[in-house]
């Protein structure tokens, strides 16, 4: 495994909101990560290399209760202010709870995230922009 832990957190730290999170992909891509699943529930997130060795960060937060109802068309609204830098984590996965969403995949090969309900299903993919 290339990559530690503390390396992740420390690039997690310099993001202060979505609108960071294309800088903090690359670089966490160019130390070696595959991709990662971030749960909404307590914010642990697991990160992979190319080989599926993992490393996670524990929880994050005091747990979060996740909708059994998806609401897709608000999510997308909080998902945009957040994307646009007018929400910190913390707010924006308490806004995943509130709207049904589970957690998320990043793909650092194809570049993708994956929204994913409490039983598993995909429910919005988006392109990461380059930097």
């Known amino acids: 495994m ?3 832990i ?3 957190k420390a690039e997690h ?3 202060k909101s979505g609108a960071d999170f294309p800088q903090y992909i690359q670089t966490i891509k160019n130390l ?3 991709y990662y699943n971030a749960y909404v529930k307590d914010g642990n997130t697991e990160y992979f290399d190319n080989e599926d060795h993992s490393v996670s960060t524990g929880a994050k937060y005091e747990p979060l209760r996740v909708s059994e109802v998806t609401n897709l068309n608000q999510f997308r609204v909080r998902l945009q202010l957040h994307q646009q830098g007018g929400t910190d984590y913390l707010t924006f996965c308490k806004d995943c709870a509130n709207n049904g969403i589970e957690g998320w995949k990043v793909d650092l090969s194809t570049m993708s995230c994956t929204y994913f309900d409490k ?3 995909s429910v919005l993919v988006e392109q990461i922009p380059s930097v």
């Open 2 to 4: 290339k990559f530690t």
């Open 6 to 8: 503390d390396e992740i």
């Open 13 to 15: 730290q310099k993001v």
């Open 32 to 34: 070696g990560v595959s």
């Open 119 to 121: 039983v598993g299903n």
